[in-house]
């Protein structure tokens, strides 16, 4: 089979670090190749290098057997190169057709031709049986959509070779497979897709090739075919990888958080919460399961404070602390693992010190009166970086400078210190590689063994599946079903996170109680 | 690593180098002032020979060069501390007029205090208007999200409606004289002259202490630490349990303070009278000495001095060299040019409108 | 019959009062619809105020009108440069401008004029012209009928600024650098290019702002002659949701506010101060804006960096 495309000796260096060393990398036409390694291996830049978003430092790109040089997405564009990228690169106020012709518009003489526009944009949608509606805008339509719209993007350009960026980080089950089938369909039309992830099993469900890219450097090219879970993970991390996390015998106790009821509002003024209900007990670690914008939000910021709860209660160990400041959440030992770690979590030109300041610069011995005491907090940081094994040359250094495995650890640290009895945790491995990803689970479980209450919001299936105890899916802003964690089937979740029902839906008071 | 980013590192590491920047603009500034000068027909080694000597050649020089440093000091800090919590403060030289005009007033309506209470009391006067004038943008981003920039300089214009309408004939604090100025200062409520045959006073010391103040505030107190909490991440202070609406406020009443201190004292040291626009435009020179001296209390004294000199020798640049003293204001701009040219994505100062600014909790 | 004659006269005066924060708040719809936060455009207006003048004096008021465009354009270029290439923080940018088109002014106005300080002597200026038909018409003769050509052409700009950014590539374009850049990025528009455009545009509509100011409404420059009108026109931007339309509607209402506060003070009707009623642009503006709380939205990124990295 002749290669549709050549990447060879592509280095590509960012000020401190190799982004990609030396990478060879041989696509086949009409093939589904997988480009697999963890986050920060070069992945997402080798494929920005070949959609002319990037220029490489070193090295060739080789399109249909010709040499070529992409000083922007246009001269990518113009080869039949696409591309799907994590984040949407789409306008939330513009419609779809707006969207769609962007950068190569139909015009009638000065004026833009939106009519014809979407005539093709009705066109392409029956051809591909990518339904598609041309007048809506982007900020309406619900994420899975917004997936096929950029793909939609991508063929209206003429793309025979698809880059996809990650794209199932945002779909419940279900829409992964449809996502398969539109890959097979688009395979079976002859083209050819790129299909980056870090995902092990969708390499093996969905690829016939995979590239593993690990640190900047190719690993290996191999057929998927044969290949397991186990070897993929190896090749990806270069050591044997725990792949299930050791769950000890849970002890449960009395409820620590009563949800009652609760309705709020999103920023858009829209409703979020409709009506959840729930309860964590001391030991127990309820994951929160649901496809994001689903209201997984803005539970955790009622849970914590940061947004107003229109009706419902929040009882953390009997008091009621609905709507109450942040403040108060952490003086009656709620701890906060923020899904941003670099919005909320962190001030990253704040020095790790006055980091590990934030939510107790009000609390002695730090606070004497109007003044703060930073030689105490110094003493505080230091314990907690050698606590915790926070790699960083000094206390004093921002933020800004530490990985980002370093950085969930230090917030981790600082929560953790406040002793609380709940631990709410929002997404709390996202972005992290394997090594960092181990270490924040075994975190989470050390603290259920010792009797705090966690309540795990993430939109990795497989992270929930292997922590919780119990399960609870939300959708539209309900809690659509709960499930015993250990009865749990990643199709009967994938059901209640696109909206169905299961038949035996377990109650929602309290867990299973152990004997 | 190559060498100049070994260096750049080191730099980096001592702190220095925004030091550094902050020096390399003022002297771009210098040169491109002295272009500047060439083209529009004047010497710039004469221009800038008067200007040093003006500001510190001799014993009357020095005074001026005091006597301007005390209200920069002062608009800089307001400036500063703003900034910190992510905030702009446009309106200073609005700020600065209103506090004259308190200071003006409590100095020629009350009679019958001794010196050491008239002062002080008659700056707190001064004040408390600058307080109020500072905390109104505060309240309207806190609680509407309207932006400060607007906010304050249309405060601004609305404070020099204000003391001219004081001061012009019908106003109620005019002279009964031919002169658009409110009346003369009590001798009790006038800030002592420091330095003899000069106009130098008190004011400095009042300047200096502020910077103290200012110092120990940011970096020795709760307050401090949630302002530039604020300042840097309102989502993230939020979520430390800081009250972000309630910090904005209380800095901007604290930075209209500082700034309204500044027309009090140049009211009480140096005019001892209210009349319109006392002020030069040390309002817009705050901004550049605040910028200059890396948002820090003591980088702002040192540039303080930097621009009171330059606005102390100006008048001898002026009569020697023929030369408007609104040379200063050009270079100002320049400084801040210079500054901008070397501080990508804002620095330290991380704001925009409506988006991301200091009171953005939501997106 | 004299009220109404009053008012008509009013409405004419508020045309010509608002056609510089027209001006200025159609310069700040192009930069910001691109991203680009330019508070620097009353500082650009002051300079070409005063360029304006220099052009009337040396040549001719039309020659005025390009030499304060180019002045408008190079102001720009030069924030757009810091805000877009080094990516410097755009308020700070821009106030460098402010204060540095305070002073210069008056720098020269010495050199060309011996004698004169802060006020330069009169120059021709751009005559004001009478539209045949629609001076005649009731009503809107002695509004419309009887102006000065840059007010026409900031009454036109509007719908043609509207029809640029609507219903053009190009203001397709700009819009979409404005509110998500890398998505514009990724189908190969080029963000910085887009965004120099639309603050230089900008700048070339506050010079055009400028250039009325001075030699259309006046025929002279004196310092600090702007008063704010910049800033009046950034927040009529806001007032109108980004909208070349709405902001007119904005410009109009501070327009009117001067007016009526000139007017009133001459007919002595309110028993408030002069001085006071100065203020009352102003006052109107912080009233416009807020009662505009959590409806008036800003293009997505506007006022932030893009990195292409």
Same mark, same amino acid.
């Given at each position: 089979?002749?290669?549709?495309?050549?990447?060879?000796?592509?280095?590509?260096?960012?000020? &401190?670090?190799?982004?990609?060393?030396?990478?060879?990398?041989?696509?086949?036409?009409?093939?589904?190749?997988?480009?697999?390694?963890?986050?920060?291996?070069?992945?997402?830049?080798?494929?920005?290098?070949?959609?002319?978003?990037?220029?490489?430092?070193?090295?060739?790109?080789?399109?249909?057997?010709?040499?070529?040089?992409?000083?922007?997405?246009?001269?990518?564009?113009?080869?039949?190169?696409?591309?799907?990228?994590?984040?949407?690169?789409?306008?939330?106020?513009?419609?779809?057709?707006?969207?769609?012709?962007?950068?190569?518009?139909?015009?009638?003489?000065?004026?833009?031709?939106?009519?014809?526009?979407?005539?093709?944009?009705?066109?392409?949608?029956?051809?591909?049986?990518?339904?598609?509606?041309?007048?809506?805008?982007?900020?309406?339509?619900?994420?899975?959509?917004?997936?096929?719209?950029?793909?939609?993007?991508?063929?209206?350009?003429?793309?025979?070779?698809?880059?996809?960026?990650?794209?199932?980080?945002?779909?419940?089950?279900?829409?992964?497979?449809?996502?398969?089938?539109?890959?097979?369909?688009?395979?079976?039309?002859?083209?050819?897709?790129?299909?980056?992830?870090?995902?092990?099993?969708?390499?093996?469900?969905?690829?016939?090739?995979?590239?593993?890219?690990?640190? =900047?450097?190719?690993?290996?090219?191999?057929? %998927?075919?044969?290949?397991?879970?186990?070897?993929?993970?190896?090749?990806?991390?270069?050591?044997?990888?725990?792949?299930?996390?050791?769950?000890?015998?849970?002890?449960? &106790?009395?409820?620590?958080?009563?949800?009652?009821?609760?309705?709020?509002?999103?920023?858009?003024?829209?409703?979020?919460?409709? =009506?959840?209900?729930?309860?964590?007990?001391?030991?127990?670690?309820?994951?929160?399961?649901?496809?994001?914008?689903?209201?997984?939000?803005?539970?955790?910021?009622?849970?914590?404070?940061?947004?107003?709860?229109?009706?419902?209660?929040?009882?953390?160990?009997?008091?009621?602390?609905?709507?109450?400041?942040?403040?108060?959440?952490?003086?009656?030992?709620?701890?906060?693992?923020?899904?941003?770690?670099?919005?909320?979590?962190?001030?990253?030109?704040?020095?790790?010190?006055?980091?590990?300041?934030?939510?107790?610069?009000?609390?002695?011995?730090?606070?004497?009166?109007?003044?703060?005491?930073?030689?105490?907090?110094?003493?505080?940081?230091?314990?907690?970086?050698?606590?915790?094994?926070?790699?960083?040359?000094?206390?004093?250094?921002?933020?800004?400078?530490?990985?980002?495995?370093?950085?969930?650890?230090?917030?981790?640290?600082?929560?953790?210190?406040? $002793?609380?009895?709940?631990?709410?945790?929002? $997404?709390?491995?996202?972005?992290?590689?394997?090594?960092?990803?181990?270490?924040?689970? $075994?975190?989470?479980?050390?603290?259920?063994?010792?009797?705090?209450?966690?309540?795990?919001?993430?939109?990795?299936?497989?992270?929930?599946?292997?922590?919780?105890?119990?399960?609870?899916?939300?959708?539209?802003?309900?809690?659509?079903?709960?499930?015993?964690?250990?009865?749990?089937?990643?199709?009967?979740?994938?059901?209640?996170? %696109?909206?169905?029902?299961?038949?035996?839906?377990?109650?929602?008071? =309290?867990?299973?109680?152990?004997? | 690593?190559?060498?100049?980013?070994?260096?750049?590192?080191?730099?980096?590491?001592?702190?220095?180098?925004?030091?550094?920047?902050?020096?390399?603009?003022?002297?771009?500034?210098?040169?491109?002032?002295?272009?500047?000068?060439?083209?529009? +027909?004047?010497?710039?080694?004469?221009?800038?020979?008067?200007?040093?000597?003006?500001?510190?050649?001799?014993?009357?020089?020095?005074?001026?060069?005091?006597?301007?440093?005390?209200?920069?000091?002062?608009?800089?800090?307001?400036?500063?501390?703003?900034?910190?919590?992510?905030?702009?403060?446009?309106?200073?030289?609005?700020?600065?007029?209103?506090?004259?005009?308190?200071?003006?007033?409590?100095? /020629?309506?009350?009679?019958?205090?001794?010196? /050491?209470?008239?002062?002080?009391?008659?700056?707190?006067?001064?004040?408390?208007? @600058?307080?109020?004038?500072?905390?109104?943008?505060?309240?309207?981003?806190?609680?509407?999200?309207?932006?400060?920039?607007?906010?304050?300089?249309?405060?601004?214009?609305?404070?020099?409606?204000?003391?001219?309408?004081?001061?012009?004939?019908?106003?109620?604090?005019?002279?009964?004289?031919?002169?658009?100025?409110?009346?003369?200062?009590?001798?009790?409520?006038?800030?002592?002259?420091?330095?003899?045959?000069?106009?130098?006073?008190?004011?400095?010391?009042?300047?200096?202490?502020?910077?103290?103040?200012?110092?120990?505030?940011?970096?020795?107190?709760?307050?401090? /630490?949630?302002?530039?909490?604020?300042?840097?991440?309102?989502?993230?202070?939020?979520?430390?349990?800081?009250?972000?609406?309630?910090?904005?406020?209380?800095?901007?009443?604290? @930075?209209?303070?500082? !700034?309204?201190?500044?027309?009090?004292?140049?009211?009480?040291?140096?005019? /001892?009278?209210?009349?319109?626009?006392?002020?030069?435009?040390?309002?817009?020179?705050?901004?550049?000495?605040?910028?200059? !001296?890396?948002?820090?209390?003591?980088?702002?004294?040192?540039?303080?001095?930097?621009?009171?000199?330059?606005?102390?020798?100006?008048?001898?640049?002026?009569?020697?060299?023929?030369?408007?003293?609104?040379?200063?204001?050009?270079?100002? !701009?320049?400084?801040?040019?210079?500054?901008?040219?070397?501080?990508?994505?804002?620095?330290?100062?991380?704001?925009? +409108?409506?988006?991301?600014?200091?009171?953005?909790?939501?997106? | 019959?004299?009220?109404?004659?009053?008012?008509?006269?009013?409405?004419?005066?508020?045309?010509?009062?608002?056609?510089?924060?027209?001006?200025?708040?159609?310069?700040?719809?192009?930069?910001?619809?691109?991203?680009?936060?330019?508070?620097?455009?009353?500082?650009?207006?002051?300079?070409?105020?005063?360029?304006?003048?220099?052009?009337?004096?040396?040549?001719?008021?039309?020659?005025?009108?390009?030499?304060?465009?180019?002045?408008?354009?190079?102001?720009?270029?030069?924030?757009?440069?810091?805000?877009?290439?080094?990516?410097?923080?755009?308020?700070?940018?821009?106030?460098?401008?402010?204060?540095?088109?305070?002073?210069?002014?008056?720098?020269?106005?010495?050199?060309?004029?011996?004698?004169?300080?802060?006020?330069?002597?009169?120059?021709?200026?751009?005559?004001?012209?009478?539209?045949?038909?629609?001076?005649?018409?009731?009503?809107?003769?002695?509004?419309?009928?009887?102006?000065?050509?840059?007010?026409?052409?900031?009454?036109?700009?509007?719908?043609?600024?509207?029809?640029?950014?609507?219903?053009?590539?190009?203001?397709?374009?700009?819009?979409?650098?404005?509110?998500?850049?890398?998505?514009?990025?990724?189908?190969?528009?080029?963000?910085?290019?887009?965004?120099?455009?639309?603050?230089?545009?900008?700048?070339?509509?506050?010079?055009?702002?400028?250039?009325?100011?001075?030699?259309?409404?006046?025929?002279?420059?004196?310092?600090?002659?702007?008063?704010?009108?910049?800033?009046?026109?950034?927040?009529?931007?806001?007032?109108?949701?980004?909208?070349?339309?709405?902001?007119?509607?904005?410009?109009?209402?501070?327009?009117?506010?001067?007016?009526?506060?000139?007017?009133?003070?001459?007919?002595?009707?309110?028993?408030?101060?002069?001085?006071?009623?100065?203020?009352?642009?102003?006052?109107?503006?912080?009233?416009?804006?807020?009662?505009?709380?959590?409806?008036?939205?800003?293009?997505?990124?506007?006022?932030?960096?893009?990195?292409?990295?």
């Amino acid at each position: 089979m002749p290669y549709v495309i050549e990447m060879r000796g592509i280095t590509k260096r960012f000020p &401190g670090v190799v982004a990609n060393h030396h990478i060879n990398l041989s696509i086949e036409q009409g093939e589904i190749h997988g480009l697999l390694g963890e986050n920060g291996a070069g992945k997402t830049t080798l494929m920005n290098i070949l959609y002319g978003l990037y220029r490489p430092d070193e090295g060739q790109i080789i399109v249909r057997g010709e040499l070529v040089h992409f000083d922007s997405p246009r001269d990518a564009i113009a080869k039949g190169i696409g591309m799907v990228h994590q984040h949407f690169m789409l306008i939330p106020v513009f419609t779809v057709t707006e969207n769609l012709v962007l950068g190569a518009e139909l015009t009638k003489g000065i004026a833009l031709d939106m009519a014809t526009a979407e005539d093709k944009v009705r066109e392409l949608s029956d051809k591909y049986g990518l339904k598609a509606e041309p007048g809506a805008r982007i900020e309406d339509l619900p994420v899975g959509i917004q997936q096929r719209i950029e793909i939609l993007k991508a063929l209206y350009r003429n793309a025979d070779i698809m880059i996809l960026d990650e794209p199932t980080a945002v779909l419940t089950p279900q829409e992964v497979e449809e996502l398969y089938n539109v890959m097979r369909m688009l395979r079976q039309r002859g083209h050819t897709i790129i299909f980056i992830t870090h995902k092990l099993r969708e390499i093996l469900t969905i690829c016939d090739r995979v590239t593993v890219l690990r640190d =900047g450097k190719v690993v290996g090219t191999q057929s %998927a075919h044969g290949l397991t879970e186990a070897s993929l993970a190896r090749m990806m991390v270069g050591r044997d990888v725990l792949l299930r996390v050791e769950k000890p015998v849970a002890a449960y &106790g009395k409820p620590i958080l009563e949800v009652q009821d609760l309705y709020a509002r999103d920023n858009r003024g829209l409703p979020a919460l409709n =009506g959840v209900s729930l309860n964590v007990c001391t030991g127990e670690l309820v994951g929160v399961a649901g496809v994001e914008g689903n209201g997984q939000t803005e539970l955790v910021e009622v849970l914590t404070g940061l947004r107003r709860a229109e009706s419902g209660k929040v009882l953390v160990n009997g008091r009621d602390l609905t709507n109450q400041h942040p403040s108060k959440f952490f003086a009656n030992g709620v701890g906060h693992i923020p899904a941003d770690r670099h919005r909320r979590g962190l001030i990253l030109d704040f020095s790790l010190v006055e980091n590990f300041l934030l939510g107790f610069q009000d609390c002695p011995p730090f606070a004497e009166g109007p003044r703060l005491k930073y030689a105490e907090a110094r003493k505080l940081a230091r314990r907690l970086v050698q606590n915790l094994d926070i790699r960083t040359p000094s206390i004093e250094v921002p933020a800004r400078t530490l990985s980002g495995g370093n950085q969930q650890k230090a917030i981790l640290a600082r929560e953790f210190e406040r $002793q609380p009895q709940l631990l709410i945790a929002a $997404q709390p491995t996202r972005g992290l590689d394997v090594g960092a990803t181990e270490f924040v689970h $075994q975190q989470l479980m050390k603290q259920r063994s010792e009797g705090k209450a966690i309540l795990l919001v993430s939109s990795e299936l497989s992270e929930i599946m292997d922590l919780s105890d119990r399960i609870i899916v939300m959708y539209e802003g309900r809690v659509q079903g709960a499930v015993d964690a250990a009865k749990a089937t990643e199709e009967m979740l994938g059901l209640l996170m %696109a909206g169905g029902q299961i038949e035996k839906a377990r109650p929602l008071e =309290g867990p299973h109680v152990n004997p | 690593m190559s060498t100049r980013e070994k260096v750049r590192h080191l730099l980096e590491q001592s702190g220095s180098l925004t030091l550094l920047l902050s020096l390399a603009a003022v002297l771009f500034a210098l040169v491109a002032g002295a272009i500047m000068l060439v083209l529009t +027909r004047h010497n710039p080694a004469v221009a800038y020979a008067a200007l040093w000597k003006g500001a510190f050649g001799s014993r009357r020089g020095i005074g001026e060069t005091l006597l301007s440093t005390t209200p920069l000091i002062l608009g800089g800090l307001a400036v500063t501390i703003a900034f910190r919590c992510g905030l702009f403060n446009m309106g200073v030289e609005g700020q600065i007029a209103l506090g004259g005009l308190g200071a003006a007033w409590a100095g /020629y309506w009350i009679r019958g205090l001794p010196a /050491y209470i008239h002062q002080p009391f008659a700056l707190l006067v001064g004040v408390l208007l @600058s307080v109020i004038w500072g905390a109104i943008p505060g309240y309207l981003k806190a609680r509407f999200k309207m932006h400060e920039v607007i906010t304050t300089i249309m405060l601004n214009y609305i404070a020099f409606n204000i003391d001219g309408w004081a001061v012009a004939v019908g106003g109620p604090m005019k002279d009964p004289g031919p002169l658009p100025a409110s009346p003369v200062i009590l001798a009790t409520a006038k800030l002592p002259r420091i330095l003899p045959q000069t106009r130098a006073h008190a004011g400095i010391f009042i300047a200096l202490a502020c910077v103290v103040l200012v110092w120990y505030l940011l970096f020795h107190t709760r307050l401090g /630490y949630c302002i530039r909490a604020v300042g840097l991440n309102p989502t993230a202070a939020e979520y430390g349990g800081i009250n972000v609406p309630r910090h904005l406020v209380a800095t901007m009443a604290i @930075s209209g303070a500082l !700034g309204g201190l500044a027309g009090a004292v140049e009211v009480l040291g140096v005019h /001892y009278r209210l009349f319109e626009a006392f002020s030069p435009g040390y309002g817009w020179d705050a901004i550049a000495v605040a910028l200059l !001296g890396m948002l820090h209390p003591v980088g702002t004294l040192l540039s303080a001095l930097l621009f009171g000199a330059l606005r102390s020798g100006s008048t001898l640049m002026q009569t020697v060299a023929n030369i408007s003293r609104d040379m200063v204001m050009v270079i100002s !701009g320049l400084v801040i040019f210079f500054i901008a040219l070397t501080r990508p994505l804002g620095g330290a100062v991380h704001t925009s +409108r409506g988006g991301q600014s200091g009171a953005d909790l939501d997106a | 019959m004299q009220i109404w004659m009053l008012s008509l006269a009013m409405l004419a005066s508020t045309l010509r009062i608002a056609t510089p924060i027209i001006y200025a708040a159609l310069g700040s719809v192009m930069s910001e619809r691109g991203g680009v936060i330019n508070i620097g455009i009353e500082g650009t207006m002051l300079l070409a105020c005063f360029t304006a003048v220099v052009g009337a004096y040396y040549w001719s008021p039309w020659v005025g009108v390009l030499i304060a465009m180019a002045t408008g354009g190079l102001m720009a270029l030069i924030h757009a440069y810091l805000s877009v290439t080094i990516k410097t923080n755009q308020i700070i940018s821009a106030t460098a401008i402010n204060i540095f088109a305070v002073g210069l002014p008056n720098l020269v106005v010495p050199i060309i004029w011996k004698g004169h300080h802060a006020v330069s002597p009169v120059v021709p200026r751009i005559p004001d012209v009478r539209l045949p038909i629609i001076a005649n018409l009731p009503i809107v003769g002695p509004v419309l009928g009887h102006q000065n050509p840059l007010v026409y052409v900031a009454l036109i700009l509007v719908p043609v600024l509207h029809f640029i950014l609507f219903k053009t590539r190009f203001g397709l374009r700009l819009r979409a650098v404005g509110e998500h850049p890398r998505a514009a990025d990724t189908v190969g528009v080029n963000v910085a290019r887009m965004r120099y455009i639309g603050v230089i545009s900008g700048g070339i509509l506050a010079g055009m702002g400028g250039a009325f100011l001075s030699i259309g409404y006046m025929s002279q420059y004196s310092a600090a002659m702007t008063q704010g009108r910049g800033f009046m026109g950034l927040a009529a931007m806001i007032f109108g949701n980004w909208k070349p339309a709405g902001a007119l509607l904005a410009c109009l209402i501070f327009g009117f506010a001067d007016a009526f506060q000139a007017a009133a003070q001459s007919a002595r009707v309110l028993p408030i101060s002069p001085r006071l009623l100065l203020s009352l642009p102003y006052i109107m503006t912080l009233i416009a804006l807020a009662g505009l709380v959590g409806k008036s939205i800003p293009p997505a990124a506007d006022g932030k960096p893009y990195e292409k990295d």
